[in-house]
């Protein structure tokens, strides 16, 4: 009896926590936690293709809730969204859309923020009284969702491209559009046949360009160094030619100063010489005095153009002509003279000559004028008794250049006569 008993009240605690654990697991597939606070919030939405109660709801991508409840209204459907994480906290700028994963995957919410949330704004909570719904989301809110690209969607778009190919219409217009292409691919092939025929050639041109260029280049490259390298040569001798320019005005200070002081000078005697003129210049007979000279130089240029205008003649530039190119031609036959007497004087044996030729030549000279002056002196000496002689006093004087015998009480010498003169009485 008691046996019965402990086996009947075992088979009802058993039957009683099957129905509890039963209980618990269905539960916890709907997403309620037992000791965990959740939040509502309402969401309109155009319409709910293929959303249903128990529908997930993720945000960031993580389901977070579940759709309690789906009611039609006549404008939007409203659906309630229960989020089974009290503590979340969701921006007020949030996108809700419809998404659907796959082709034949469920729909599901999707919360997407649009913000971040500093630590003030996490303080607040989305359960409490006073929870600010520009902030976060708070139990309650309502908010607009939007639909999302669903499959019936692809399949309506899809239905309606089927039928917009199927007219024949298009279907000529697309045939056409193909036709043209093939053509305009031909034609591209032929062109793009004649391009590489045209960069070849292109190329080949090129190359001697781009290899000129780059001499170009490189010889520019020089002359802006060799420009560089002047430039700085010349700051350099610029610098040394201050500096002596500097040197030179320090040295030749004073010198300075006393040519501006004569010059002050001379500025001074200037004027006044200016002022002792100037009533001379205001005076008529000057002004007189300046025209006639005006008149008499305008005179004279006058006479200058008539004799430009008498010798500018064709006649008068025909002679003028002849005789620059017979001056012409006299300066090349001097140039040619003077070019082989270059020639000449420039031989060295010819010099050696020609100064043998002078040497000879003035010692001939020489030795002319002593034979002249022996043949005078054996003269003399043959007629020496005729000399000693006295000579009559009607006798002419010697010439100049003669010979004449002078004694002077020892002795006789003999010199030659320089001017008329009257012998010495003892030569008499």
Not at 340 to 369: C, K, M, Y
Request: proline share 4%; net charge negative.
């Amino acid at each position: 009896m008691r046996s019965r008993t402990i086996r009947e009240g075992s088979v009802g605690l058993l039957i009683l926590g099957g129905i509890g654990l039963f209980g618990f697991l269905i539960l916890w597939l709907r997403g309620i936690t037992p000791g965990q606070r959740s939040y509502h919030l309402w969401v309109n939405f155009a319409n709910t293709t293929g959303l249903q109660a128990g529908t997930s709801v993720s945000y960031r991508g993580v389901p977070v809730g579940r759709i309690v409840s789906i009611q039609p209204d006549t404008n939007t459907v409203n659906v309630r969204i229960e989020v089974l994480d009290g503590s979340l906290r969701i921006p007020a700028a949030v996108l809700i859309e419809t998404t659907q994963s796959g082709l034949i995957g469920e729909t599901a919410v999707a919360m997407t923020p649009l913000e971040s949330l500093n630590d003030t704004q996490l303080a607040i909570s989305p359960l409490a009284s006073d929870c600010n719904s520009r902030v976060i989301l708070c139990d309650g809110d309502r908010l607009e969702g939007s639909v999302g690209v669903s499959y019936e969607d692809l399949l309506r778009s899809t239905e309606k491209i089927a039928d917009f190919i199927a007219d024949p219409e298009i279907t000529a217009e697309i045939s056409q559009i193909l036709k043209n292409t093939n053509d305009v691919a031909a034609n591209v092939v032929d062109l793009t046949a004649e391009l590489t025929v045209l960069a070849e050639e292109t190329r080949q041109q090129i190359e001697p360009l781009a290899i000129s260029a780059r001499q170009a280049t490189d010889s520019a490259a020089s002359a802006a160094q060799q420009i560089e390298i002047s430039t700085a040569r010349t700051a350099q001798n610029l610098d040394i030619t201050l500096a002596e320019v500097n040197s030179l005005l320090v040295a030749n200070r004073g010198n300075l100063a006393t040519t501006l002081d004569n010059i002050s000078a001379s500025s001074t005697e200037l004027r006044n010489t200016l002022d002792v003129l100037a009533p001379r210049v205001r005076d008529g007979q000057f002004l007189n005095d300046l025209e006639q000279l005006s008149a008499n130089a305008l005179a004279a240029s006058e006479d200058l153009r008539a004799i430009t205008n008498t010798l500018n003649t064709t006649e008068n530039l025909v002679l003028l002509q002849q005789t620059l190119e017979s001056a012409r031609d006299v300066f090349q036959g001097a140039q040619k003279i003077m070019a082989d007497i270059d020639e000449l004087t420039g031989d060295p044996t010819f010099r050696v000559n020609i100064r043998n030729l002078v040497n000879g030549l003035s010692g001939l000279v020489s030795s002319a004028q002593q034979l002249e002056t022996q043949t005078q002196l054996a003269y003399l000496l043959e007629n020496a008794s005729a000399i000693a002689t006295p000579v009559p006093a009607s006798t002419a004087p010697p010439f100049p250049g003669d010979p004449i015998l002078v004694f002077d009480g020892q002795r006789y010498t003999i010199r030659i006569a320089e001017q008329p003169e009257v012998l010495p009485d003892d030569v008499q």
